[in-house]
């Protein structure tokens, strides 16, 4: 099993910067994809950003359009830990953001963490 653990979340004024970690613990895969997914009251869960590694280096990353230039995310396999750096916040980034883990050669995520809050006010 994977275990995961969000840090990071906050209350910021528009505009402010957090950057939200995650700590995984437990099994661990070699080749591997991680994602920062965030859920607003009253509306769907979403994806946010991605970042693989393919055993040696980062693999690629990907982001809602929503959010491109904006977060960016990042990877620390030696500390088994994945950064999200937000930038510009703006209040329709508020939400609970939660990180998730798959092997790579699977296409759904089954290891999630408990997720971690961000308000941005206004």
């Known amino acids: 099993q994977v275990q995961l653990l969000e840090s990071g979340g906050g209350l910021v004024q528009t505009g402010g910067s957090l950057r939200l970690s995650c700590a995984a613990s437990?099994?661990?895969?070699?080749?591997?994809?991680a994602g920062w997914f965030r859920q607003a009251p009253g509306k769907e869960r979403e994806f946010v950003a991605r970042?693989?590694?393919?055993?040696?280096?980062?693999?690629?990353?990907a982001y809602a359009d929503s959010v491109k230039g904006r977060f960016t995310i990042s990877i620390d396999n030696a500390k088994n830990t994945v950064w999200l750096q937000m930038n510009s916040l703006k209040p329709e980034d508020t939400a609970v953001y939660y990180c998730?883990?798959?092997?790579?050669?699977?296409?759904?995520?089954?290891?999630w963490g408990q997720g971690t809050q961000v308000t941005v006010s206004s």
């Open positions: 998730a883990a798959r092997p790579i050669y699977i296409s759904t995520y089954p290891y």
């Open positions: 437990g099994r661990t895969f070699s080749n591997y994809a």
């Open positions: 970042i693989s590694w393919n055993g040696l280096n980062v693999g690629s990353t």
